[in-house]
């Protein structure tokens, strides 16, 4: 899923590289909550969650 999420940062410009998107990714509460296990989050799609971590990277909260 980080690997996922990843790409998506970079495809939709949000990130220049690998490095900056992994850390993006690895560094927000989506992350905190995609390793919940009580959120079940990690069962949706990357799509579903880039969502989560795109509204995020707007506006600092995450849906």
């Not at 970079?10 to 919940?36: H, K, Q």
């Amino acid at each position: 899923m980080v690997k996922e999420l990843s790409l998506l940062l970079i495809e939709n410009g949000e990130s220049t590289s690998i490095e900056e998107a992994l850390s993006e990714v690895l560094n927000s509460e989506t992350y905190e909550r995609l390793s919940d296990e009580n959120t079940h989050l990690y069962y949706q799609s990357p799509y579903y969650v880039y969502s989560f971590l795109e509204n995020e990277l707007k506006t600092g909260q995450v849906m």
